[in-house]
């Protein structure tokens, strides 16, 4: 579903990604570890587009999508969360995911005078998906509450909500972890399977808390230093010794 081939890219003198190439299988849920500064956040903002490689591509479906913008990005199937939800706060948690739904008849000026009966109808379809994801999610009862007013953990749900209100092909998840008491940290770790398992989502993930890349990611790849250093299932990755050397900052025998 996603080739990375020979990302680079470069910040003054300063290299963040080196020549990255990986493959996302359709129906995965693949992890990307690394210590901070790894070039982590930076792979994922070219891979989502809100920044463009300086040197190798990225391909989505077949398609070379390395200089499209992030809104077109999203169009064929690519959505992104954040590590700090991006959630409009002053609108309630049910308007956050009916927002989130494109194709929307309500979004053209004229639609509401000339076709309005239509857009009554899409709107009440668009509501009715929003209130069966909240339900997925366990989220029913705060579906009038302002989305500001979640706790971290919610936020997160309501994001991975956002992204069940769109085609989603591909979901990168930045950090689902971050910030969430352990939980709520169950309950987003059995939406993700769900959603992977049952509904066919492939997901990539950015997480630096381990017990939560074992029990969602095949497979993981480690980054150091803006370079991949090994693929595979999460023992293996765990266990290498360039992994280590990377995290402990120390030569391993």
Not at 7 to 20: E, I, P, Q, S, W
Not at 48 to 72: C, M, N, Q, T
Not at 216 to 237: H, K, N, S, Y
């Amino acid at each position: 579903m996603l080739v990375l081939t020979g990302l680079t890219k470069d910040f003054g003198g300063f290299r963040a990604v080196d020549h990255c190439s990986f493959d996302v299988a359709e129906g995965s849920v693949t992890g990307l570890i690394g210590p901070n500064g790894a070039g982590k956040t930076t792979l994922f903002n070219l891979i989502a587009g809100a920044l463009w490689p300086d040197a190798g591509r990225v391909e989505f479906l077949g398609e070379d999508i390395s200089r499209l913008p992030p809104h077109k990005r999203f169009a064929r199937g690519m959505v992104r969360t954040f590590q700090i939800p991006h959630e409009f706060f002053r609108l309630t948690v049910l308007e956050n995911l009916m927002v989130a739904c494109d194709q929307q008849d309500g979004e053209h000026l004229w639609a509401n005078w000339l076709t309005a009966a239509r857009v009554q109808r899409r709107e009440a379809e668009v509501r009715a998906r929003a209130e069966d994801t909240l339900a997925f999610l366990g989220l029913s009862h705060l579906a009038q509450e302002r989305a500001g007013n979640l706790s971290g953990g919610q936020k997160k749900l309501l994001e991975l909500g956002r992204t069940m209100m769109t085609e989603a092909k591909l979901v990168l998840l930045d950090e689902p972890a971050a910030g969430v008491n352990r939980t709520l940290l169950r309950e987003v770790e059995e939406k993700i399977q769900n959603l992977n398992q049952e509904r066919g989502f492939t997901f990539l993930l950015v997480e630096h808390d381990m017990a939560f890349v074992e029990k969602l990611c095949d497979p993981v790849i480690c980054m150091a230093e803006g370079r991949v250093l090994i693929e595979g299932d999460f023992e293996t990755v765990r266990r290498d010794h360039q992994v280590l050397e990377a995290y402990l900052g120390e030569r391993t025998a």
